[in-house]
């Protein structure tokens, strides 16, 4: 088994792993990295569409023509995707193509996002597209081999996402990008912890791991308490003449219906804008997952955003307006709001809650500073941070190792610094570095003997 850990392995973003049986190889994910992308949309004038060339310009895919240097290019027999964030599935209307032979197998909203993305760009992928359900398996078949890969049910910040393991004759290599052990999701079942248990028995030759937070001790909150946060939040927003903006991560429907059905109380009319929270929300109606399709009035052309929001001016205290841009990102509704680009004018007294978290990226936190700094000049109410991670910590970490058993470990979706307490956990529970624990970088093989 040969392991090439392409991107994701020095950074949090474009994420891509490819793993070689024989003459057959298989790639996990094909993520983009988010921060260049607001970069140069920060620097351009005019909204470009994206290419190949340009996203490899600014350093916004995986570098996997190192697949070319290691002649597996050809062999590349499926795309698999974990789950439905552009960090890890972003990449793969840009890159794709390189590898046409090469089947997607996705969950249903994970597919139902891509499908989006490529209507929304215009773009074509000759590659054949496969649905596979959470706790279900497919059969890839390789040039001898056949390969069964297993979507086991994870529970992360987005629908139906999913740890996969790849069974072949060297042993399962198995994927844990992204996770935590949610035990009361808000939306789906908790983590499959029996079909865990039982891919341990087997026998997990390689996990590549998801070690964002492996240097925080804790257990990973549940999203019931987020939910119990929003509750809060919103409880205490009482003056109704007040503006009331909510944003959060567009890809989280578990706490868009947390914000809908406290947002209800409000008896406030709830709004959601965006082209962002469009393509997530329509995705999750596609798949039946949306709850709160029925409640909800979704804008997503600028139009017709801003129209809504010059009326919204006028009659501030009748809606819940649910926007894009807790990242400041550049050209989101928010960002446009705060910096008087709509005819929405924000006054002393309004409210502006972030139901997320900083992404800890230089880009990022330098965008919301000046947004906060904006919002507090202007007499506006803020709540940041009413939110609990997608990730696990240490603890999380340490149980589902504890589950499977890997022979080996691999840290990933992190900078050496983050990934560097995983090596450090593994060691506590009896790995050893460059024997059985591997600190990688982007583009570099690993090879791991048979039996």
Not at 330 to 346: C, N
Request: with cysteine; proline share 4%; aromatic share 8%.
């Amino acid at each position: 088994m040969e392991v090439c850990t392409i991107g994701g392995f020095e950074e949090v973003g474009k994420n891509m792993t490819a793993v070689k049986i024989g003459d057959d190889v298989i790639i996990f994910d094909i993520g983009v990295y988010l921060p260049a992308i607001i970069e140069f949309q920060e620097k351009e004038t005019v909204q470009q569409a994206y290419s190949e060339k340009k996203l490899r310009n600014i350093g916004a895919l995986p570098n996997d023509l190192v697949l070319d240097k290691l002649g597996w290019r050809d062999k590349v027999r499926a795309i698999i995707i974990g789950h439905a964030h552009l960090d890890h599935l972003g990449g793969v209307p840009y890159i794709a193509n390189r590898y046409p032979q090469a089947k997607i197998l996705a969950s249903p909203f994970t597919m139902a996002v891509l499908d989006t993305i490529l209507e929304d760009e215009k773009i074509q992928i000759k590659n054949r597209k496969y649905i596979v359900r959470e706790n279900s398996s497919y059969i890839i078949q390789g040039k001898k081999e056949k390969y069964k890969v297993e979507f086991i049910n994870a529970t992360h910040s987005t629908l139906q996402c999913c740890f996969i393991a790849l069974h072949t004759k060297e042993g399962i290599f198995f994927y844990a990008l992204d996770f935590k052990l949610d035990n009361h999701p808000i939306i789906g079942p908790p983590a499959n912890y029996k079909k865990l248990k039982e891919i341990g028995r087997k026998g997990v030759k390689v996990l590549v791991v998801d070690s964002l937070y492996s240097g925080t001790e804790r257990k990973t909150q549940s999203e019931r308490v987020a939910r119990n946060m929003v509750e809060d939040a919103l409880s205490s927003v009482r003056d109704r003449s007040s503006a009331l903006f909510v944003t959060t991560f567009s890809s989280h429907i578990a706490r868009l219906k947390s914000i809908v059905d406290f947002g209800k109380k409000t008896k406030r009319k709830i709004i959601f804008l965006g082209r962002s929270l469009n393509k997530y929300v329509k995705s999750a109606i596609k798949v039946k997952q949306c709850p709160f399709a029925n409640q909800i009035t979704l804008l997503k052309y600028r139009k017709q955003v801003d129209s809504f929001l010059k009326k919204a001016d006028k009659e501030r205290g009748r809606y819940l307006i649910v926007c894009t841009g807790h990242q400041a990102e550049p050209g989101s509704i928010l960002d446009r709001i705060v910096k008087d680009e709509t005819p929405f004018r924000l006054k002393s007294g309004d409210n502006v809650i972030f139901s997320s978290s900083i992404i800890p990226t230089p880009v990022n936190i330098n965008n919301r500073g000046k947004m906060d700094k904006r919002l507090r000049t202007k007499g506006v109410r803020i709540q940041t941070d009413v939110h609990v991670s997608g990730h696990g910590g240490r603890e999380d970490i340490r149980d589902l190792v504890e589950l499977l058993k890997p022979k080996h470990i691999i840290p990933a979706h992190g900078s050496l610094q983050q990934e560097t307490p995983m090596i450090e956990l593994a060691s506590e529970i009896g790995y050893n570095l460059g024997e059985t624990s591997h600190l990688s970088s982007n583009g570099k093989l690993l090879k791991f003997k048979a039996h």
